[in-house]
């Protein structure tokens, strides 16, 4: 079994910062892209950033220049350092991977969620 555990969300002032972490485990046999998505109330989820295995980088237009994606693959984890936060930025961020169980099998794996909100 593959879980996806988050950790680092909470409660943040405007322009502040945050940095949300992401741990695979489990019967890994590799891992492809690994991402951050997020959920605002009454909202679709929706892409925040993607990394591949090799480093290439995906940002969403409302995040680009404010948040940073990195990841260690000999720890399969993933990482989203946020900075300068605004409370449009409010939401429930879920980490996803795309991981291979055997050597023919890949799928998504998602994370159980990590509540970011950003207020005065």
């Known amino acids: 079994q593959v879980q996806l555990v988050e950790s680092g969300g909470g409660l943040v002032q405007p322009g502040g910062s945050l940095r949300l972490s992401c741990a695979a485990s489990?019967?890994?046999?590799?891992?492809?892209?690994m991402g951050w998505y997020r959920q605002a109330p009454g909202k679709q989820r929706e892409l925040v950033a993607t990394?591949?295995?090799?480093?290439?980088?995906n940002y969403a237009d409302s995040v680009k220049g404010r948040f940073t994606i990195s990841r260690d693959n000999a720890k399969n984890t993933v990482n989203l350092q946020m900075n300068s936060l605004k409370p449009e930025d409010t939401a429930v961020y879920y980490c996803?991977?795309?991981?291979?169980?055997?050597?023919?099998?890949?799928?998504?794996?998602w994370g159980q969620g990590t509540q970011v909100t950003v207020s005065s």
């Open positions: 489990g019967r890994i046999y590799g891992i492809n892209a």
């Open positions: 996803n991977g795309q991981i291979r169980t055997t050597i023919l099998i890949t799928r998504d794996y």
């Open positions: 990394i591949t295995r090799d480093g290439a980088k």
